[in-house]
């Protein structure tokens, strides 16, 4: 499975953007895999961002909750995640990341899914 991102940039607070995770050697709904986001600002721990599974059920850490939203095409086999009201804080280079397992669909283990695109730069300012 080869995962490529796309959409990060600056903006400035306030402002909106959506990330985009397109997925290469797997085909959505073939079989279960959950995907996700993750997040590492530079001297920081990677964060777990958002989850979501092949039916559909999505999970967010609080950070994020009510700002951002994690969605897939299944069609066009790409994950989204739809960024509004960001805050500084939230600068980072963003992870898509992808695991079969079952159970673990969870933001806190995103970031040790065993695929994992380059990541994509998110810069917010004040």
């Known amino acids: 499975v080869q995962l490529v991102e796309s959409g990060g940039g600056s903006v400035q607070a306030g402002g909106s953007l959506r990330l985009s ?15 996700g986001w993750f997040r590492q600002a530079p001297g920081k721990e990677r964060e777990g961002v958002a989850g979501i599974d092949s039916d559909g059920s999505t999970s967010y850490a609080d950070s994020v909750k009510g700002r951002f939203t ?10 989204y995640l739809q960024m509004n009201s960001l805050k500084p804080e939230d600068t980072a280079m963003y992870y898509c990341a992808a695991s079969p397992a079952v159970g673990y669909c969870y933001p806190q283990y995103v970031a040790d899914f065993g695929y994992r695109g380059q990541g994509t730069q998110v810069t917010v300012s004040s």
């Open 70 to 79: 994690i969605s897939q095409d299944n069609a066009k086999n790409t994950l």
């Open 21 to 35: 995770c397109a997925a290469f050697g797997y085909t959505y709904s073939t079989y279960y895999m959950c995907m």
